[in-house]
């Protein structure tokens, strides 16, 4: 047996065993997430709406360990952060700094699980026809040039967290970032062909709803885990990840029974996403009375821009912007008025009489949407340049898992040709001539 | 009196049912089938496995048409379900001997005009 090494001092056992478990909690949101995605988009883009989540793991675990990790963790300035713990340099099982009481390791670990979920959110804006290959170039341009900006201006030593702006788990860097790049991306790449003409409709609610309730379960990590460990901010952050979704569902049935007379699968599932992502940004700040109310009252207006987006000619596929951009947007909003000095153990918002954080979120608020916006129309314009964003209209309509992956979700094979290695490549040749 | 069979593409099978709406065609059948006509093989791999799709999803149309209709349908199937590449399908004309509504009891021409017609 070999003996066990000792822990770095400084290390607590408590947070770093909850983090380790944090950080696979959050990774799992990304595959939950393919299939929440996938559920919604028609059969024949089952699995390309699925890949693209699990491209973004891929992808962005290797650009975060690259350079993105110490672009938004490094400390450099305010405004980036350099270069300093580019390829893991300096990263090791010691503790980041003397707040800190996990590994530094673990620490760049759960935070690489947010970038990577951030960049597969986006990918909801732009299914059924956004090439593989084009989505996979974006997917790394946009986790270094957009998320670890953002991040490092509300996460790490940047100004907006130096400013004072709150942000517990990522209302700023995940859920604008993805919310407000997604309406960008959905505008640069255009509409699918047959949006406005067609009804096009989810192929499996079942998919929804276990890929929202997967999610969930995630999001205990993500926000849970975004106290770093196992402090009161955590379980105040846990708890509240339990109440804001719940409130949120109930919301969501009242307005459904009200405009549809049925309560609907597909809009729980929305709720469950649109309650957990309100409750991101504020989960360790406000208490749990406050979460109950922004669950309820923030479904609102990202249900009215859900019911409101298809009538226009953005096709902004998934609602990205309304379930994560508008929600987050809300939740930063809220610690402004609702957070409370006697739950977080920082800051009062203003109904606890300090205007001045409302400042800081506003600020927040009107910086990350129009960062992220910007960069990610920029950014997918000059890949436009380079290579086509989407697919032929004939691959779109034939679907994107046999055009971009040559494989079928749901193959029957039926009339399938086992192709043995002596037979040879002879399938380009056609069986029979055409009569 | 003729039973027009289009075996078209399912992608472009909301395209046909909006030509035959706007030609006034309105009795229509529609089911999904796999079949053969000479295309090349789609190959797909899963795995190990490299397999040869023989057989291609497809939608059947099956429309009973009086005279008058028969060249309209077809026009509408040939354009609407048209993409110019090896495998758009083909449409079949079969003469009718007789079409029966079973709710009325009307027979043959009455039978295959809409309704208020």
Not at chain 1, 307 to 325: K, Q, S, Y
């Amino acid at each position: 047996m070999t003996q066990v090494p000792a822990l770095a001092a400084g290390v607590d056992t408590g947070d770093t065993a909850w983090m380790l478990v944090a950080t696979a909690l959050v990774l799992m949101m990304t595959p939950a997430l393919g299939l929440f995605y996938a559920g919604l988009v028609r059969g024949k883009n089952t699995l390309n709406t699925f890949m693209m989540c699990v491209a973004a793991i891929a992808i962005a675990a290797v650009t975060w360990t690259a350079v993105g990790y110490s672009l938004a963790f490094g400390d450099a300035n305010e405004i980036i952060g350099g270069f300093d713990y580019a390829f893991l340099n300096d990263v090791t099982l010691e503790p980041k700094d003397k707040e800190s009481t996990i590994p530094h390791l673990l620490f760049f670990a759960f935070q690489g699980t947010f970038c990577i979920i951030t960049v597969a959110l986006i990918s909801g804006a732009v299914v059924e026809r956004i090439r593989f290959g084009a989505y996979m170039v974006f997917a790394a341009l946009w986790s270094v040039l957009v998320y670890a900006v953002l991040a490092h201006w509300a996460f790490g030593p940047g100004w907006l967290f130096n400013g004072g702006t709150l942000d517990f788990a990522g209302g700023v860097a995940v859920e604008m970032a993805s919310g407000f790049s997604a309406l960008a991306a959905a505008l640069v790449v255009g509409a699918r062909k047959d949006y406005g003409r067609q009804a096009l409709l989810p192929h499996n609610a079942v998919y929804v709803l276990l890929g929202a309730g997967l999610l969930w379960f995630g999001w205990f990590g993500f926000n849970g885990g975004s106290g770093f460990g196992t402090g009161e901010n955590s379980v105040l952050a846990f708890v509240n990840t339990m109440l804001c979704p719940a409130a949120a569902l109930i919301t969501w049935f009242t307005v459904d029974l009200i405009r549809g007379r049925t309560v609907t699968a597909i809009g729980a599932a929305t709720a469950i996403i649109v309650g957990c992502v309100l409750i991101t940004p504020a989960g360790g700040f406000i208490s749990p009375g406050w979460a109950l109310a922004l669950g309820a009252g923030g479904a609102l207006p990202c249900y009215t821009l859900i019911a409101f987006r298809p009538r226009t000619r953005v096709d902004e596929t998934l609602d990205v912007l309304a379930a994560h951009g508008l929600a987050g947007l809300t939740g930063i909003l809220f610690i402004g008025f609702f957070a409370q000095k006697s739950w977080n153990g920082l800051s009062d918002g203003l109904l606890y009489g300090n205007a001045g954080q409302l400042l800081d979120q506003v600020l927040a608020a009107v910086v990350a949407p129009a960062y992220a916006f910007g960069m990610t129309f920029i950014l997918l314009k000059l890949i436009g340049l380079v290579m086509p964003l989407r697919a032929s209209e004939n691959e779109e309509a034939i679907g994107m898992d046999v055009t971009q992956h040559g494989e079928e979700a749901y193959a029957t094979g039926e009339g399938a040709i086992l192709i043995t290695p002596e037979s040879g490549p002879e399938s380009e040749r056609p069986v029979a001539g055409p009569a | 009196m003729k039973l027009v069979i289009a075996i078209v593409r399912p992608e472009k099978a909301n395209d046909v049912l909006e030509a035959l709406y706007r030609a006034e065609v309105r009795g229509v059948s529609m089911t999904r089938v796999q079949g053969h006509g000479g295309e090349l093989d789609r190959v797909e791999t899963y795995r190990g496995t490299t397999v040869k799709m023989g057989l291609a999803e497809k939608v059947r149309f099956e429309i009973a048409v009086s005279e008058a209709f028969v060249e309209p349908t077809i026009a509408a199937l040939s354009e609407s379900a048209r993409t110019g590449e090896v495998g758009d399908g083909k449409i079949f004309v079969v003469p009718l001997e007789r079409a029966i509504r079973i709710r009325t009891g009307e027979t043959d021409h009455g039978a295959v005009t809409p309704v208020g017609k």
